[in-house]
């Protein structure tokens, strides 16, 4: 048993036989498990055969024909055209080819006979297998070229996260996206979109933590005139803007409870309400979803709905945080080093020695937009075209999965804003000023120790705190005050 198991473990393809006789499974499986990283299981029937498949994916399925309950045709019937079907190949008796053609026109990929001859049988399924490999490769390929217009990486993680949304973008199917914040959520969205059918049709987005109950509920279903106190005119809302396209709900897990009740009837009935008007309206849209949240713990605890999570839940695509793809982090980094020195009119930057080691080393709890921010502010604050290794931010434990943004350190430039069109002596003295203020804010007030993290001074602390008018800022736990 354990030499099974490890082969098992170690196979790159996964075989269900289905056929009513014991013998044939037998010996099908002793022949199949012959091809090097091939895994065989079995099943008496169609019927055990479908529940064997919605309970783990196999690239290919070997069946009979004529069998009780669920025959072979009936298999065939119900697999082709599910997203990602597995090959099928059926096995015939001899004189009944007829009925083998009969399933290949019905979405089978070959036939054999029985008896069947060793070689032939083997030949099938490596071509079979063969088709599958190459399926798969191209839509990896085709995957990681659409997901790279919208995000770089270099990670496994990335390639395989690039694959599914090639796979569930070309599908007309509701898709929850989650992850941490500062992944990548909406890009992913992006890449879902150019994938999909409806890539060429309106696609809105939608922040639900943005707008009040009332006023969301405008937004997204729109209103008649004079429905409420400033409905000055007729508003159709972005689900009937966005009919016969995508709609992306952004921070989905903060939605209030009656809009999540509107919502359900969306994904129910392919109709909105808008406010003020007595009858619904038909839409045509696809629905695309996005949070930070935990939303099955919140439906757990009754904060959010638990029919409509299951009903966005359809297709689920998590983002890895940064820190779960540490390989991802020097191909971002140059990137976003050649954008703002190109911004910056920096020119080339020199690049430390173990620059690249030390991002890699950090939990990156803001993820890539944190080390987006980190970046910009390194390069905003560089000087005779070198970077300081002494303005990286220092490692602190991640948030836990779930937590709200800004639990963490986010970055050095999260306080920092310069107004638009502000000169590089505005932008560097603003990305300053935000490092400062972050290390207060890390460091609880403590300026002995924002001073200690930001690399520089008690005294020069206070000096730029009295630069940027934050002498103000309260010293809890200083060895005296400034």
């Known amino acids: 048993m354990p030499a099974e198991a490890g082969a098992a473990a170690e196979a790159t393809h996964h075989v269900l036989v289905v056929d009513d006789d014991a013998g044939v499974r037998f010996t099908l499986k002793e022949t199949l498990r012959s091809l090097p990283g091939v895994s065989v299981d079995v099943a008496e029937d169609g019927e055990v055969a479908l529940a064997k498949l919605a309970a783990r994916p196999y690239e290919l399925v070997i069946t009979d024909l004529r069998m009780p309950r669920v025959d072979g045709m009936e298999l065939v019937k119900r697999l082709h055209g599910q997203p990602h079907a597995p090959r099928i190949i059926v096995v015939t008796a001899h004189g009944s080819e007829r009925f083998a053609v009969e399933a290949v026109k019905a979405g089978a990929y070959d036939y054999f006979r029985k008896p069947f001859d060793v070689d032939e049988l083997l030949a099938v399924v490596t071509r079979a297998l063969e088709a599958v490999r190459l399926r798969d490769e191209n839509e990896r390929l ?284 505005e932008r560097v003295e603003a990305y300053e000023r935000g490092l400062v203020l972050d290390a207060l804010r890390i460091s609880g007030g403590n300026r002995s120790e924002a001073a200690r993290r930001l690399g520089i001074g008690r005294a020069t602390l206070h000096d730029k705190l009295r630069k940027y008018g934050l002498d103000a800022a309260p010293d809890e736990g200083g060895e005296g005050r400034g």
């Not at 509701?174 to 969205?189: F, H, P, Q, W, Y």
């Not at 409870?257 to 038909?282: F, M, N, S, T, Y």
């Not at 080339?348 to 709890?365: C, D, N, Q, T």
């Open 142 to 425: 085709a995957g990681e070229l659409n997901l790279s217009r919208s995000l770089v990486f270099a990670s496994e993680a990335m390639g395989r996260l690039a694959q599914l949304v090639q796979r569930a973008g070309s599908r007309d199917v509701t898709v929850l996206i989650t992850g941490e914040s500062g992944t990548g959520k909406e890009r992913v969205a992006e890449a879902l979109v150019r994938a999909s059918p409806r890539a060429d049709r309106p696609y809105l987005r939608f922040n639900c933590a943005a707008l009040t109950e009332e006023l969301a509920e405008a937004e997204l279903f729109g209103h008649s005139k004079g429905a409420f106190t400033g409905a000055h005119r007729v508003r159709q809302g972005l689900f009937r803007e966005a009919d016969g396209g995508t709609l992306l709900l952004d921070e989905v897990g903060e939605l209030a409870p009656p809009l999540q009740a509107k919502l359900l009837r969306v994904l129910q009935e392919g109709e909105v309400r808008p406010v003020g008007e007595d009858r619904p309206v038909k839409v045509d849209v696809r629905i695309l979803a996005a949070t930070h949240r935990d939303l099955r713990r919140r439906a757990a605890e009754g904060t959010f709905r638990e029919d409509l999570y299951y009903r966005l839940n359809v297709v689920q695509l998590r983002v890895p945080p940064l820190r779960e793809r540490p390989e991802d982090i020097p191909v971002l980094a140059r990137m976003f080093l050649d954008r703002f020195s190109d911004r910056f009119h920096t020119g080339p930057l020199k690049v430390p020695e173990g620059f690249f080691e030390k991002l890699r080393a950090l939990p990156w709890p803001g993820n890539v937009r944190e080390l987006e921010n980190t970046l910009e502010s390194l390069v905003a604050l560089s000087s005779d075209g070198e970077l300081d290794l002494g303005l990286l931010p220092v490692s602190e434990s991640p948030p836990a999965p779930g937590a709200p943004a800004g639990a963490a350190a986010s970055g050095p430039s999260a306080s920092a804003e310069a107004p638009d069109g502000a000169g590089l002596k």
